[in-house]
């Protein structure tokens, strides 16, 4: 409960523009050049529709209105390298339209029914795409009554193609993309739901350092501040409302009402069957409302109503209320399909669709691959994809079983899961799919249950930190490209062994290893002993991994060697730890144009510092947990505190301590309410450790 994000008090004049109205469309018209969807991409020609909408709360008649309507390059357009210093203070477009606006009045300003045209050869449009840091502009609209200027707006935009096609997939820019996305609750270790702009660009940037390009907002709006990161990133979105009926979701469905009418007890006392077919009005407008705030945002490709059960699953009055809810979204804007996450077949009387599902653009499956390929056979011209998938549960570090509140992959075949998802994401029809979830959160803590307060479904842990899926997807989704093992961005291949660490076992215990590379081949070795893997040879599947099942512990080294083309070799070791003897303290440092050392002096800025306990040679040492106690000195305090632990109880807030799980810790530190600038220190310390610091800055 309470106020968790930015709120804002603004004040307008008495002619004014209309809160989210002005919105700038744009439609590519001309020849794209570039066929890298994650590189530098032009078109010579876009459209641009704006519009605005004006408002006179006056009792003067405003007879000679006019809109100045003008495009420049965004300030990141310099930064990036897309354009001069010079360029960025001339308006690309610059052109007016007139109004007429009675007292009381209202009107909606058009330029032109036929829209703005804009670029050619020697002028392209630079588009928008999944590349680290897209080409964006700047809209603006200022609003005269003859030269007396009466408001203004700005709004950042992109300009690219984005379509969901039934043949291909999803096409952006001309060029065929598989969504490799993954679906996140809000929130964050340490904070709550309250996370500061500067978590939510690492939740961004380190998701696109795994290679992910999509993000799903399940299951309500986030705050616009993600959708700007999302757009600087180049991250794909798929923004998600939250109710399309009253009351607590998820409800009950109507196939449950039927199962169990004879039984009071196990039917929701919140859920009654369907009587009416007549949306309520104000979720209406909420979904509508998420549209109008967001709609100039280029990293939304599609709109989502609902999550399974909340889209009123087997309803018999589905369809009709979705269409309602259809039409709302198209009044605000029609450049993007509509779609909900549709619940598993069990459901709905094992159908793979109900109503509601029909009346979409897009269809999206909730898990169930194998259906992909028996609906496109019977809805060959709708596109379909996975909205969720790839529940697959494991908490970082842990190789144990499941009964003292954690999850190792063995527990429930991590890598089994995640391959089998991303697999079924491949038939060339399939937009992709969106892995539940991109990091942990708090409740849903299935499949076990207390002591545990947060999930195990995330590929990363509440506190930011990778667990072993990380591996699978840096192989697949970021190396893997146009059918070559082409590695990131500097060509390098990566190699991820699972466990990730060679200290916690028994001598002589049997450890199941995974390897997890895109390259064409790896060996295992221990201590220079090669192991036998679990298949007829060592081979790595496409979209796969190798397993080396039984792998009896000694210490020392465990080496993973991948080949590539027969030529190319890239090696991994982990080593046994000894006892901790320092204590590592960084900052995270993903960012765009800033470290992450470097805070604004505004009292909302953060750090996310991470601890980690070494040995003497430097390893990580995952078996010895302590407790942590922070201090800082200067301008900043401690925000929150994590770890990743999802049977950790510990308050997050309001102190200045942490118990390390296995090995890491997390502290978030933000620059003071003083706004005073200066050297921030945090230190870490425990007992029998030398304590450690980084020093950070406010300015």
């Known amino acids: 409960g309470g106020i968790y994000r930015h709120v804002y008090l603004e004040s307008a004049p008495t002619v004014s523009v209309v809160p989210w109205s002005f919105f700038v469309p744009s439609y590519v018209s001309g020849t794209i050049t570039g066929s890298d969807p994650a590189g530098t991409q032009t078109a010579d020609e876009a459209v641009f529709m704006p519009q605005i909408d004006i408002q006179n709360a006056g009792s003067v008649n405003i007879s000679d209105g006019s809109v100045l309507f003008q495009l420049y390059h965004h300030p990141s357009n310099v930064k990036n390298g897309y354009v001069h210093e010079h360029d960025q203070d001339m308006p690309l477009i610059s052109t ?8 009381n009045g209202w009107t909606r300003v058009n330029f032109g029914a036929d829209g703005i045209v804009f670029g050619n050869s020697s002028t392209p449009v630079l588009l928008w795409n999944t590349g680290s840091a897209p080409p964006l502009y700047i809209a603006k609209a200022t609003l005269y009554s003859g030269t007396t200027e009466l408001d203004n707006v700005n709004a950042t935009i992109g300009v690219r193609s984005a379509v969901f096609d039934p043949r291909f997939g999803f096409i952006l820019n001309g060029v065929r993309v598989k969504l490799k996305g993954t679906s996140n609750h809000l929130g964050f270790g340490g904070v709550g739901m309250a996370v500061p702009d500067r978590v939510q660009e690492f939740q961004i940037a380190n998701l696109k350092q795994m290679g992910s390009n999509a993000f799903r907002t399940a299951h309500n709006p986030v705050a616009p501040e993600l959708l700007d990161y999302a757009d600087r990133y180049g991250m794909l979105v798929w923004s998600e409302n939250r109710f399309v009926t009253s009351g607590v979701q998820p409800i009950e469905t109507l196939q449950r009402y039927k199962q169990y009418s004879d039984d009071p007890e196990k039917v929701s006392s919140r859920w009654t069957p369907p009587t009416d077919a007549i949306a309520d009005p104000r ?8 549209v109008l705030r967001d709609r100039n945002h280029p990293s939304i490709v599609i709109w989502s109503l609902c999550n399974e059960l909340g889209c009123v699953a087997d309803d018999p009055n589905g369809g009709v209320l979705a269409i309602q ?20 077949t069990n459901f709905l009387n094992g159908k793979p669709v109900d109503g509601f599902a029909q009346a979409m653009d897009v269809q999206s499956f909730s898990y169930e691959y194998n259906i992909y390929q028996e609906y496109h056979q019977t809805a060959p011209f709708k596109a379909l994809g996975g909205g969720e998938s790839a529940s697959c549960v494991s908490d ?39 892995a539940w979830t991109g990091y942990d959160y708090m409740g ?14 995330g590929i990363h842990d509440l506190a930011g930190f990778p667990k072993d899926g990380v591996g699978y997807y840096k192989a697949w989704w970021k190396e893997w490209k146009d059918g070559e093992c082409a590695g990131d961005e500097h060509g390098e291949i990566s190699v991820s062994i699972s466990p990730n660490d060679w200290t916690s076992f028994d001598v002589g215990q049997p450890v199941n290893v995974v390897v997890c590379t895109c390259a064409d081949n790896v060996r295992l070795l221990v ?16 979209y796969g991994f190798v397993r080396f099942s039984g792998v009896a512990f000694e210490r020392g080294n465990i080496t993973a060697v991948a080949s590539l083309h027969g030529a190319k070799t890239i090696t991994k070791s982990i080593a046994t730890a000894s006892k901790p003897s320092t204590l590592a303290v960084s900052a995270e440092d993903l960012f765009q144009h800033h470290n992450g050392s470097t805070l604004v002096a505004d009292g909302q800025d953060a750090a996310l510092i991470t601890v980690e306990l070494k040995d003497t040679s430097g390893y990580l040492v995952p078996n010895a947990d302590m407790n942590i106690s922070f201090s800082v000195t200067g301008p900043g305090y401690v925000r929150g505190v994590a770890n990743g632990d999802p049977s950790d109880h510990s308050p997050v807030q309001g102190v200045a301590w942490r118990n390390t799980f296995h090995g890491l810790a997390r502290v978030i530190v933000s620059s003071s309410k003083s706004e005073a600038t200066g050297d921030i220190v945090v230190t870490a310390s425990t007992p029998g450790l030398p304590p450690s610091s980084i020093t950070l800055k406010a300015v």
């Open 283 to 290: 979720l209406l407008q909420d979904a509508q409302d998420m």
């Open 96 to 103: 007016t339209a007139n109004f007429a606006l009675a007292p």
């Open 444 to 457: 849903e803590t299935a499949p076990l249950r207390w002591p545990d307060v947060s999930s195990h479904f």
């Open 325 to 344: 809810f259809k039409l709302k979204i198209y009044e605000a804007d029609q450049s993007r399909p509509v779609t909900g996450n549709t619940v598993q």
């Open 396 to 434: 970082r570090g842990y190789y144990g079983n499941t009964t003292d509140g954690h999850i190792g992959p063995d527990a429930r075949n991590l890598f089994e899961c995640i391959q089998s998802s991303w697999a079924g994401a491949q038939l060339e029809y399939v937009y992709g799919n969106f």
């Open 527 to 542: 201590n220079g002993k090669e192991q036998a893997p679990d298949g007829a040879n060592n081979t790595v599947p496409l």
